[in-house]
T-cell receptor, first 110, second 115 residues
């Protein structure tokens, strides 16, 4: 079993729809949770950062962490074609190394 | 967010030559930087962790004599691919860790093609 599981997709949704991206993990030591967006042939860009459990909202993006279920989510509201990218979840327990999900390829259809 | 600059973005070289990639944190000091390799449609694979002023820590299976890492200052780390071969062709990405939040900020990546 991988430490972090993420549905690789691909996921295609119409413009304006709400997108839900998810990761599950097995290591209960993870405390820091991140979502990165990666466009083709570019480096990952930090979207959201959450420490421990809870919700965090930034514009059209909402990150949720449920440590009891070892489950994290990223919601994208009013999705735009520019949101088409690969989304990577990442997490760490504080030992500096990040553990990544495999990434979900998302396409927003105009 | 913090800015990490990586150069060059693209390099094509002949087999047997060495290539140096630079990673700079522009607006913060990074005691720790990381080097990753990414294959097409795959997630990031950590190659090594670089701490300022000390030797890099390499992941299992990564040849330290092949991939030389130097972290001479709090804002600069370099990766040198020595005697590059076609199998070294890949997308290399650096990141820098900011402060105590365990957040890594990534460079734009370097696409290396060895002919």
């Amino acid at each position: 079993q991988k430490e972090v599981e993420q549905d690789p997709g691909p996921l295609s949704v119409p413009e304006g729809a709400i997108v839900s991206l998810n990761c599950t993990y097995s290591n209960s030591a993870f405390q820091y949770f991140m979502w990165y967006r990666q466009y083709s042939r570019k480096g990952p860009e930090l979207l959201m950062y959450t420490y421990s459990s809870g919700n965090k909202e930034d514009g059209r993006f909402t990150a949720q962490v449920d440590k009891s279920s070892k489950y994290i989510s990223l919601f994208i509201r009013d999705s735009q074609p520019s949101d088409s990218a690969t989304y990577l979840c990442a997490m760490t327990g504080g030992n500096e190394k990040l553990t990544f999900g495999t990434g979900t390829r998302l396409t927003i259809i105009p | 967010g913090a800015v990490v600059s990586q150069h060059p973005s693209r390099v094509i070289c002949k087999s047997g030559t060495s290539v140096k990639i630079e990673c700079r944190s522009l607006d913060f000091q990074a005691t720790t930087m990381f080097w990753y390799r990414q294959f097409p449609k795959k997630s990031l694979m950590l190659m090594a962790t670089s701490n300022e002023g000390s030797k890099a820590t390499y992941e299992q299976g990564v040849e330290k004599d092949k991939f030389l890492i130097n972290h001479a200052s709090l804002t600069l780390s370099t990766l040198t691919v020595t005697s590059a071969h076609p199998e070294d062709s890949s997308f290399y990405i650096c990141s820098a860790r900011s402060g105590s939040k365990n957040i890594q900020y990534f460079g734009a990546g370097t696409r290396l093609s060895v002919l």
